[in-house]
Structure formats: structure tokens, C-alpha cells
């Protein structure tokens, strides 16, 4: 190869990088949008006590139920009030039993970090954890979310996994018990 050959690949290969890196911060911006604009945090990131009310907990979003936040038996459903949540919005109970928020941050051990995009696109398009898991319990919209497009749900696939990954172990789903 020819110094000029050379240079000739090498600034083609720099312009294709960066056509990747462009594409790629172009998906992680779109992502963003797309998990602000489906209120992914809503549930996602547990609430803290605020000066004006509960208020998200910024320095733990989108890592779900805090796993140190240990919750009494859910109560008894009564009359038309047959489910709810906790304070943390981060925890829900029901006639499925009670189902925690997953943390959506990309650590690897507790989190979406060893998921890989066509596990993410089938969890929300099967409502089955990992697309082939358990089921993926209420209030969580799969089926709302399983209407996107492959490539929004792409997009917020790429913006998660471009989060610091936060270590927090969301307790295990836990079926409905015979009252």
C-alpha cells in the first residue's frame, strides 16, 4: 500500500467513524426525547420527599425500586380500589401481585447492561421480561410501548445504555398470594 493509498483509507475510514459517532449521538438524542416523552422516569425513578411534595430522585434515575426500601405486605384490595402503588411510585400492587419497576440504567449486573436491543424490542413487544422471560406484570404499558417502531425503540435502547450504570437490585416479582 502506497503512502497515498494510505492516507487515501485512512481518511475514509475517519469519515465513516464519524458518520457512525454522528448516528449514534443522533439515536441516543432521539432516545432521550422518546423516554422523557413516554414518562419512562414516571415509574422508572423512584420520589423523594421535596420542598413542594414528593419530587424525582435525580441522582437515582431510572435505576427502579430502590433496593434498600423494603415495603410492607400489600393491603387487601377492597371494593372498586383493587390496586395501587407505593409512595416511591416505584412498587405497584394488584390482582397480578405486586411488580417493582426495573432499573433501565446499563449496569450490568442489576440493570439492562448485558441486554442486548433485540432483547429489549422483544421484551416490549411480547410483554415478557428479556422477550422470552417471565411476564412482564402492570402497570408497566408493554403493549402501548410494543407499537413503536424498531427503530424508536432502538433509539431508547441506545439512550439507556448511554447512562451511568447504577448499581440498585429491584426485588423480584412477586405473584399474587391466595387471601
Request: aromatic fraction near 8%.
Amino acid at each position: 500500500m502506497t503512502p497515498r493509498s494510505r492516507a487515501a483509507a485512512l481518511c475514509l475510514f475517519s469519515l465513516l467513524l464519524s458518520h457512525a459517532q454522528a448516528e449514534r449521538a443522533g439515536d441516543i438524542a432521539r432516545g432521550r426525547y422518546l423516554v422523557a416523552l413516554t414518562g419512562c422516569a414516571d415509574c422508572h425513578t423512584p420520589l423523594k420527599p421535596g420542598p413542594k411534595g414528593p419530587e424525582p430522585d435525580l441522582a437515582r434515575g431510572l435505576s427502579g425500586h430502590p433496593e434498600g426500601l423494603a415495603l410492607p405486605p400489600a393491603p387487601a384490595p377492597q371494593g372498586p380500589w383493587i390496586w395501587g402503588g407505593a409512595g416511591s411510585n416505584t412498587a405497584f400492587w394488584g390482582p397480578w401481585g405486586i411488580s417493582y419497576a426495573i432499573n433501565l440504567t446499563p449496569d450490568p449486573d442489576t440493570g439492562l447492561g448485558r441486554w442486548s436491543v433485540e432483547q429489549f424490542i422483544g421484551a416490549l413487544r411480547t410483554g415478557q421480561h428479556r422477550g422470552a422471560g417471565r411476564p412482564i406484570a402492570p402497570p408497566m404499558p408493554w403493549q402501548a410501548y410494543g407499537q413503536m417502531s424498531d427503530e424508536d425503540l432502538r433509539a431508547m435502547f441506545a439512550y439507556l445504555q448511554s447512562l451511568p450504570p447504577l448499581r440498585n437490585a429491584v426485588p423480584a416479582y412477586q405473584p399474587p398470594t391466595a387471601r
